[in-house]
């Protein structure tokens, strides 16, 4: 190795990949994984958030989780993200097409997309 | 896309209580549930908590299973990782308090891991020790580019002097000190030498550093090889240590690989290199020269100081010679700065020590706690105190070399000059904790036992002094010994300790020593009543039925291996003592509790 510039750059690269055990993630995704949510289609909503939240570099500030049953089955797949100090949003029926959205408005730009969430569902 | 990660202990203590076997039954179950390209396992090194092996973490969650079974895998792998359902009745989340616990539980928040700080351990665990990646992503080799680009060998020098940094391998020798009193030395050749012949029985510090995070042993070499201008380092480890020789070995091997060791490192035109000698298990050869001499190829003893190895070590040639804990501590100083260093501890130790606790305490492993934190913390709170509800009687720091601390004085902040203060020392960090029912006096026996069989023979108070105090003690316990035999034997004690050549001599008496302070009046009352208070030296123990209680049910005397019980049915017994062989089968079948010890 001849220069600091390529151990930057392993550790750059590696970075992404261990961050998941750091559990420092400002933001928590939490996808629900019960029966009724892998069901639902709950698996290819996970691994959409986990994929793009390391392509865009989010991995040491967003971790991406998953949890059992939350009780509202009729609403899987739902997605909960936890923020300290803010109201949990639930966005309920999600796709993998929602998702980059998410990503988007939400956790990159603090915003809820509120029409995704639980509130504006119809009963 | 991983989302998951599969942290499994394979460290010594998990892989003893099967890790390997885990390991490979969550490849296949993983494999089965089709989870392959989501959840990534990795072997690390060791969490601490030996006590609970197998250990196995599933990030990002950071949820500690504990004691897992190869049949347990399935179930994680099908709730946990498939289902995000936690198993719950897997979980180590003892917090201390008696609340219910729900959900998750960060494990910084268990009692075990809240008060620790971990730096010389900070990556065991974390990162997969066989990955020089890893290492790097946790800012690995950061500290020895800085040293070499930024610095000058004088301010590498000044910054862990400034730190306070003292050897961790027992004696608290000034670090900084001793880099710059070789640094100035000239020669065509000078060595760093790590010290990694780790022999009181009960520590295993510097085993799961080097099985945890062997590079930065290497980086920390280079940056000390740096300072005082040495190109090549020893690593010195005892061959009882396959996992961690065999993942030294491979982080020098990925070093070379990446040109972090070898010619012009980071261009800085400085050249590093280094190999592992291993030792074959001779406690003398943790002691500096006779460690060196052994490197050398010759038989392992110890040689007069001075000079000291800063001027004459290794070959001949100006060496620094540190501890593995030691250099643990050196990438986290030049990275995070003397300041941050000096600002954990007390005012002569700084920084944090590693401790192995083991004996009888609950929660054996090994925890990293800053300087001063006091032994009763240390035991209570971390440790978990003393199973089966017995009392804590002493802890022995320092192993053979060391004294013990007694009750009394469990509220002793621990850091170099308070356990010197007591007439005990810090040792390399093996914390043996005793309880009621262990006997001062078969305590020091067992050390000394250890110090005459790893004697090196070289000068005759260690050889010849040592055996003679075994022969004493010995007497003790079998109730032959007098009190003009206490007085002799504490004489003795200091005659070797000042008369001896190396450490191992000069130490040995030290649990002799320090039982004696403490603990005198179990001496004599081995020596006078002919009675050991905590009822382990058999000769002078003697079992008896007591009469009252005794139901003549018959079932102790159709236990006892050598027939020494008499007596009809539904009489008393009797025990003949001398057919007794104080076994205690008769103890252990009696369901009215009618024989007793004393």
């Given at each position: 190795m001849k220069s600091l510039a390529e151990l930057q750059a392993i550790r750059d690269k590696m970075q992404n990949k261990v961050a998941l055990r750091e559990g420092t993630g400002e933001k928590r995704v939490v996808v629900g994984m019960a029966t009724c949510g892998i069901a639902a289609g709950a698996r290819p909503v996970l691994g959409a958030f986990v994929e793009q939240v390391n392509e865009q570099g989010l991995a040491g500030t967003i971790t991406v989780t998953q949890t059992g049953c939350i009780g509202i089955c009729q609403y899987e797949p739902v997605v909960e993200v936890f923020e300290a100090g803010k109201e949990k949003v639930t966005y309920v029926k999600m796709t993998a097409d929602k998702v980059s959205r998410v990503v988007e408005e939400h956790l990159k730009g603090g915003k809820p997309v509120a029409e995704f969430t639980i509130g504006q569902q119809k009963a | 896309m991983i989302r998951a990660h599969v942290l499994i202990c394979g460290g010594t203590g998990c892989t003893s209580s099967g890790s390997k076997t885990i390991q490979e039954v969550f490849a296949e179950k993983i494999e089965q549930f089709g989870l392959k390209d989501e959840v990534k396992l990795v072997q690390t090194g060791c969490f601490g908590l030996c006590e609970l092996g197998p250990v196995v973490i599933v990030h990002p969650d950071g949820t500690f299973y504990s004691r897992v079974e190869a049949t347990d895998v399935e179930e994680i792998v099908s709730e946990h990782l498939l289902k995000g359902r936690v198993v719950d009745r897997l979980v180590y989340a003892d917090t201390g308090s008696d609340a219910p616990v729900e959900g998750n539980v960060s494990l910084n928040d268990t009692v075990f891991y809240k008060t620790q700080n971990r730096v010389?351990?900070?990556?065991c665990g974390v990162i997969n020790p066989e990955s020089i990646d890893e290492y790097i992503a946790m800012d690995g080799y950061a500290a020895l580019g800085k040293a070499l680009t930024e610095m000058t060998p004088e301010e590498v020098i000044q910054e862990i002097t400034d730190s306070g940094l003292r050897g961790r391998g027992g004696g608290g020798f000034p670090t900084g000190r001793k880099w710059a009193l070789t640094a100035p030395n000239k020669a065509p050749q000078k060595y760093v030498v790590c010290n990694a012949d780790e022999g009181d029985p009960g520590a295993f510090m510097d085993r799961s550093v080097l099985e945890g995070d062997p590079h930065s042993i290497i980086e920390a070499m280079a940056i000390a090889g740096y300072a005082i201008g040495a190109t090549e380092g020893y690593v010195y480890v005892r061959a009882e240590y396959p996992i961690a020789v065999a993942r030294l070995q491979l982080a020098i091997e990925q070093a070379r690989e990446y040109g972090l060791l070898g010619k012009d490192i980071f261009g800085s035109g400085f050249d590093f290199d280094m190999h592992i000698r291993l030792g074959a298990g001779a406690f003398v050869c943790g002691e500096e020269t006779a460690l060196m001499t052994s490197i050398e190829g010759n038989r392992g003893e110890p040689r007069p100081r001075p000079p000291y190895p800063a001027v004459r070590g290794l070959y001949n040639s100006p060496t620094v010679e540190n501890n593995v804990e030691t250099f643990a501590n050196v990438p986290q100083i030049i990275l995070r700065g003397a300041e941050w260093f000096a600002s954990m501890g007390t005012e002569k130790s700084k920084g944090t020590k590693v401790f192995a606790l083991g004996g009888k305490i609950k929660h054996t492993g090994l925890v990293e706690i800053p300087m001063g934190t006091t032994l009763r913390e240390i035991i209570e709170d971390i440790g978990g105190g003393i199973p089966n509800g017995k009392k804590f009687k002493a802890a022995q720091t320092g192993g053979p070399s060391g004294g013990c601390i007694p009750a009394d004085l469990i509220d002793t902040p621990v850091d170099y000059d308070n356990l010197t203060a007591i007439g005990c020392m810090m040792g390399s960090g093996g914390l043996i904790v005793m309880d009621e029912d262990t006997c001062m006096v078969d305590m020091a026996k067992f050390f000394l036992e250890f110090t005459v069989d790893e004697s090196c023979g070289k000068c005759t108070p260690c050889r010849v002094g040592t055996k003679r105090l075994l022969e004493k003690l010995d007497k003790i316990t079998k109730g032959n010994g007098t009190l003009e035999d206490i007085d002799e034997l504490e004489q003795l004690c200091y005659y070797i300790k000042e008369n001896s050549l190396c450490g191992l001599g000069q130490t040995a008496p030290n649990p002799v020593l320090s039982t004696l302070k403490f603990f005198r009046d179990e001496y004599v009352a081995h020596v006078v009543d002919k009675k050991c208070p905590a009822g382990v030296c058999k000769d002078l123990l003697q079992y008896v039925i007591v009469e009252d209680l005794c139901k003549g049910c018959t079932k102790c005397a159709r236990n006892c291996p050598v027939n020494a019980i008499e007596g009809a049915v539904k009489q008393p017994h009797v025990i003949d003592q001398d057919k007794c062989i104080k076994c205690g089968a008769c103890v252990a079948n009696c369901n009215f509790k009618a024989i007793i010890k004393q």
């Amino acid at each position: 190795m001849k220069s600091l510039a390529e151990l930057q750059a392993i550790r750059d690269k590696m970075q992404n990949k261990v961050a998941l055990r750091e559990g420092t993630g400002e933001k928590r995704v939490v996808v629900g994984m019960a029966t009724c949510g892998i069901a639902a289609g709950a698996r290819p909503v996970l691994g959409a958030f986990v994929e793009q939240v390391n392509e865009q570099g989010l991995a040491g500030t967003i971790t991406v989780t998953q949890t059992g049953c939350i009780g509202i089955c009729q609403y899987e797949p739902v997605v909960e993200v936890f923020e300290a100090g803010k109201e949990k949003v639930t966005y309920v029926k999600m796709t993998a097409d929602k998702v980059s959205r998410v990503v988007e408005e939400h956790l990159k730009g603090g915003k809820p997309v509120a029409e995704f969430t639980i509130g504006q569902q119809k009963a | 896309m991983i989302r998951a990660h599969v942290l499994i202990c394979g460290g010594t203590g998990c892989t003893s209580s099967g890790s390997k076997t885990i390991q490979e039954v969550f490849a296949e179950k993983i494999e089965q549930f089709g989870l392959k390209d989501e959840v990534k396992l990795v072997q690390t090194g060791c969490f601490g908590l030996c006590e609970l092996g197998p250990v196995v973490i599933v990030h990002p969650d950071g949820t500690f299973y504990s004691r897992v079974e190869a049949t347990d895998v399935e179930e994680i792998v099908s709730e946990h990782l498939l289902k995000g359902r936690v198993v719950d009745r897997l979980v180590y989340a003892d917090t201390g308090s008696d609340a219910p616990v729900e959900g998750n539980v960060s494990l910084n928040d268990t009692v075990f891991y809240k008060t620790q700080n971990r730096v010389a351990l900070r990556n065991c665990g974390v990162i997969n020790p066989e990955s020089i990646d890893e290492y790097i992503a946790m800012d690995g080799y950061a500290a020895l580019g800085k040293a070499l680009t930024e610095m000058t060998p004088e301010e590498v020098i000044q910054e862990i002097t400034d730190s306070g940094l003292r050897g961790r391998g027992g004696g608290g020798f000034p670090t900084g000190r001793k880099w710059a009193l070789t640094a100035p030395n000239k020669a065509p050749q000078k060595y760093v030498v790590c010290n990694a012949d780790e022999g009181d029985p009960g520590a295993f510090m510097d085993r799961s550093v080097l099985e945890g995070d062997p590079h930065s042993i290497i980086e920390a070499m280079a940056i000390a090889g740096y300072a005082i201008g040495a190109t090549e380092g020893y690593v010195y480890v005892r061959a009882e240590y396959p996992i961690a020789v065999a993942r030294l070995q491979l982080a020098i091997e990925q070093a070379r690989e990446y040109g972090l060791l070898g010619k012009d490192i980071f261009g800085s035109g400085f050249d590093f290199d280094m190999h592992i000698r291993l030792g074959a298990g001779a406690f003398v050869c943790g002691e500096e020269t006779a460690l060196m001499t052994s490197i050398e190829g010759n038989r392992g003893e110890p040689r007069p100081r001075p000079p000291y190895p800063a001027v004459r070590g290794l070959y001949n040639s100006p060496t620094v010679e540190n501890n593995v804990e030691t250099f643990a501590n050196v990438p986290q100083i030049i990275l995070r700065g003397a300041e941050w260093f000096a600002s954990m501890g007390t005012e002569k130790s700084k920084g944090t020590k590693v401790f192995a606790l083991g004996g009888k305490i609950k929660h054996t492993g090994l925890v990293e706690i800053p300087m001063g934190t006091t032994l009763r913390e240390i035991i209570e709170d971390i440790g978990g105190g003393i199973p089966n509800g017995k009392k804590f009687k002493a802890a022995q720091t320092g192993g053979p070399s060391g004294g013990c601390i007694p009750a009394d004085l469990i509220d002793t902040p621990v850091d170099y000059d308070n356990l010197t203060a007591i007439g005990c020392m810090m040792g390399s960090g093996g914390l043996i904790v005793m309880d009621e029912d262990t006997c001062m006096v078969d305590m020091a026996k067992f050390f000394l036992e250890f110090t005459v069989d790893e004697s090196c023979g070289k000068c005759t108070p260690c050889r010849v002094g040592t055996k003679r105090l075994l022969e004493k003690l010995d007497k003790i316990t079998k109730g032959n010994g007098t009190l003009e035999d206490i007085d002799e034997l504490e004489q003795l004690c200091y005659y070797i300790k000042e008369n001896s050549l190396c450490g191992l001599g000069q130490t040995a008496p030290n649990p002799v020593l320090s039982t004696l302070k403490f603990f005198r009046d179990e001496y004599v009352a081995h020596v006078v009543d002919k009675k050991c208070p905590a009822g382990v030296c058999k000769d002078l123990l003697q079992y008896v039925i007591v009469e009252d209680l005794c139901k003549g049910c018959t079932k102790c005397a159709r236990n006892c291996p050598v027939n020494a019980i008499e007596g009809a049915v539904k009489q008393p017994h009797v025990i003949d003592q001398d057919k007794c062989i104080k076994c205690g089968a008769c103890v252990a079948n009696c369901n009215f509790k009618a024989i007793i010890k004393q």
